[in-house]
C-alpha cells in the first residue's frame, strides 16, 4: 500500500523506516511545518536526515500529504483532548477522499468515537487503530478476533511511566518525587509526565476499548480517574508485608472506564514490572486472555500501525 | 460464510454452536460415520441431541459433506501423525474445489506443512490454522501481524494438561505417578495421557510454529522432545529452594525445534499456573510479547476456528 504519515515523532519515524519491510511505500511524511512528497516513493532516510539536522523535512507545505497519491493515512500526531484536533480534521479530511487511516493518535478515537464512526460509514475508507492500545501487543485484533461482543471486559496496566515509577518505589523503598526525577533522567518520563502520572494518557486508552466492546458512547469526560501522585512509599510497603503490590489499573466494561492505583498480587498476572503493559481480556467463551509486552516506543508502535495496514482490504 | 465442519468432538460442537454468534452458517457437520447436511444450514442442536442419545448425527454418509454447497471447510478431525490421514486428504480435496479451509486438526500443518503450502498455492482456497496452536490465545495471528520475518524464536508452555501435572506436583511435593491419576479423574489428563506428557503434543505445535516462522520444511521427526514422565519431586523440591520451578518448555526458530522440562523462575511469565498455556514472542522490533489463556477446551479452540474464518477473503 501507498501510506502518507502525518506527524515524525518516534512513531512517525518508525513507520517510515519499517514500512518497507511490510511491503509497503511512503508516498508522504510531513511534521508539523513541511513535507516531503513522492508519487515514486519519498526517500524517508534522507527525510529524516535533513529533519535530524534541523533542516525542513521536505519542501511542501504540511497540507501536501493529502494530495498525494496514497492508500491509507496514518495519523501519528500528538494526542489532544477535547476536540482532538487537528487530528480529527486529518481524519475527517482523507475518509471524505475515500482513503484509509490508521491512527496512533488517541485523540480522535477516545474523545469523537461515534463522529468517526458516521465518517467512516460514509466513506468507502476504513479506520484501524491498534496503536493507540498498548502499542505492540495485540490489543483490539484480539478482541475483534473473539468478537466484541463476547468480550465482557478490559483490565490492565497501560501507562508504562506510571508503572516504572511504582515498580522502583516498591522494589526501592524511595518516594515518588525521588523514583520521578530518576525516571525523568532516564527517558522514562518526559519532562512534563502529567497526563502519565494523573491516569489521563492510561484513561484514554481504557476509553477507546469501552467504545470497542460498548460500539461507541464514551470519552475521557465519562471515565473515572485517579493517578498515582499520592501513593505514599508506605503504602507500597503494607502492601508488600501482605504479598501484594500497587499497580495503576484501569477497567473498561460496557458500562464506564475506571483507572486508578488499585492492590494486586505481587506475583499475579497483572503486576507487571518496569515499563511493561499488560491487558486482560475477559471473555464468555474463551476464559482470560492475557497479552502483554512493550506498551510504548517508536518500534514497537510502528509495528501495530503496519499490522493495521495489512489489515485493510 | 458457510461451513462444513469434519469431526463432531468438542471443537467440532463447539464451531456448530458459535457460529451463528459470529455470523456463519453451518451447511455440513459430520462426525466419523454419519453428517448432517442442509443448504439452508442445518439444525446443529437436533444433530448434535441425536448423537448425544446414541443415534446418527444425520442421514449422509461422511464424505456427503464435500457436496455441499460450503466456503471454507473445519477440519476438526482427531490430529494424526505420519502421512496425517484422513485429515490431510480432506483438506486436499477442499482446496482442489477451490475452497477455504481452517484446521483445528494439528497433523497436515505439523507433519505435511510444504505439501499443504503447495496444494494452497494450486487452490482459489486458502488455509488458516489459528486453533492448531494455544486454543484461544493469538499465536498466530500475533506473528502474522509482526510479520513472520521479523520474529525470531518463540517459547512456552502449549500443554496443559502436563503443566497441570507439573504445577500440582510442585504446589503439593506429590510424585508424579499420583498426580497423573488425579489429573484422569478431573478429567484434565486423557485416559492414555502418552502425547501430552511425553511431549508430542507440544512438540507438534512448536513444529507448526517452526514452519510459520521459516516458510516450512519441519516435522515431528524434527524435533527434539523430552517428556515429563520421568522429571522426580525431589527435583521440583530442588528447584523451589532456589525459586524456580519446572515447567514443559517448547521452542521454535528457523533452526529447529525442542520441547523438554526446564528450569524458570518461579514467579517469572513462563510459570503459568494449571491448565494455562502461554507463548513468549521474540521480535526484531516489538520486544518480546506475551500472549496466555486457556490453550484447550472446545468453547476455546472454537473462538480460534472462527476468528480465522472471519479472516478469510
Redesign the interface.
Known amino acids: 500500500m501507498d501510506l502518507a504519515i502525518l506527524g515524525a515523532g518516534a512513531v512517525g519515524r ?1 513507520v517510515a523506516d ?1 514500512a518497507d ?2 511491503g509497503h511505500r511512503v508516498v508522504a511524511l510531513a511534521d508539523s511545518t513541511h513535507a516531503a512528497v513522492a508519487e515514486e516513493g519519498i526517500e524517508a532516510d534522507a527525510a529524516l536526515g535533513r529533519k535530524e539536522a534541523g533542516d525542513p523535512l521536505g519542501s511542501h507545505e504540511p497540507e501536501a500529504v493529502f494530495d498525494a497519491p496514497y492508500d491509507a493515512l496514518v495519523e501519528a500526531t500528538p494526542t489532544t483532548l477535547g476536540d482532538a484536533e487537528p487530528g480529527f480534521s486529518h481524519v475527517e479530511r482523507a475518509l471524505a477522499d475515500d482513503r484509509h487511516v490508521v491512527l496512533a493518535n488517541k485523540g480522535p478515537v477516545a474523545e469523537r468515537y461515534d463522529e468517526l464512526r458516521e465518517l467512516e460509514a460514509a466513506s468507502a475508507g476504513s479506520v484501524r487503530f491498534e496503536a493507540t492500545v498498548g ?4 490489543v483490539l ?2 478482541i ?4 466484541p ?2 468480550v465482557t471486559a478490559v483490565r490492565g496496566v497501560l501507562n508504562g511511566t506510571a508503572n516504572f515509577i511504582l515498580t522502583r518505589m516498591a522494589a526501592e523503598g524511595l518516594d515518588y518525587d525521588h523514583v520521578l526525577a530518576e525516571a525523568q533522567d532516564l527517558g522514562v518520563a518526559e519532562a512534563d509526565p502529567t497526563f502519565d502520572v494523573d491516569g489521563t494518557d492510561a484513561a484514554l486508552k481504557f476509553v477507546i476499548l469501552a467504545n470497542v466492546l460498548g460500539g461507541g458512547g464514551f470519552s475521557l469526560a465519562d471515565a473515572t480517574v485517579d493517578g498515582i501522585q499520592d501513593v505514599p512509599g508506605s503504602a507500597l510497603e503494607l502492601a508488600s508485608e501482605d504479598g501484594r503490590t500497587i499497580r495503576l489499573i484501569g477497567e473498561a466494561t460496557r458500562e464506564g472506564v475506571r483507572v486508578g492505583p488499585r492492590l494486586v498480587p505481587e ?1 499475579g ?1 497483572l503486576a507487571v514490572t518496569g515499563t511493561r503493559n499488560i491487558v486482560q481480556i475477559e ?1 464468555r ?10 506498551g510504548a ?1 517508536g ?2 508502535t ?3 500501525v503496519l ?1 493495521d495496514v ?2 485493510l482490504d
Chains 1, 2 share one sequence.
Open positions: 518508525s519499517l519491510d511490510y502499542g505492540a501487543i495485540p485484533s484480539t475483534e478476533d473473539c468478537t461482543e463476547s506475583n498476572a471473555t467463551e474463551a476464559g482470560s486472555l492475557h497479552n502483554s509486552g512493550r516506543g518500534p514497537e510502528a509495528t501495530a499490522a495489512g489489515r
